[in-house]
């Protein structure tokens, strides 16, 4: 258990880090064209749910956005693959967020054969319809 609780925990570590840095960079962009309150998608797997729900993750972001008031969707899923995402994307998507953080546990080691073609087919298309 503590070595899936120290996972958790550095997963949550590099979420941090890197909504620091979507937050400095949206830090220089001007207030006058923004909202008061940003929306943003969680979305992935047990990497995203477990940090909110346990570790109060959304609670620990919103600090690092202050004056931003962000309130976060959690739509984390406890033992989602990437096509459990796939078929849960319009329901993110349906949040109409400013930002979507996707994150989940790469299962693509337990792929083989046609699988991974399948695979990376998937993460691309989901990359495609967040980013158009």
């Known amino acids: 258990m503590a070595h899936r609780e120290s996972f958790v925990m550095c997963a949550l570590s590099v979420l941090l880090i890197a909504l620091y840095f979507t937050s400095v960079f949206v830090a220089t962009e001007t207030y006058s064209t923004m909202s008061p309150q940003i929306r943003i998608t969680l979305l992935g797997d047990s990497l995203l749910n477990m940090p909110v729900t346990s570790f109060g993750l959304t609670e620990k972001l919103?600090?690092?956005?202050?004056?931003?008031?962000?309130?976060?969707?959690?739509?984390?899923?406890?033992?989602?693959?990437?096509?459990?995402?796939r078929r849960r994307l319009d329901i993110a998507l349906s949040h109409e967020s400013d930002y979507m953080v996707l994150f989940w546990d790469s299962d693509i080691s337990d792929q083989t054969g046609g699988l991974f073609s399948i695979y990376s087919k998937t993460v691309l298309a989901i990359a495609a319809i967040i980013c158009c």
């Open 62 to 85: 919103g600090m690092l956005l202050p004056g931003r008031n962000p309130y976060f969707f959690n739509e984390g899923e406890n033992g989602n693959t990437i096509w459990d995402i």
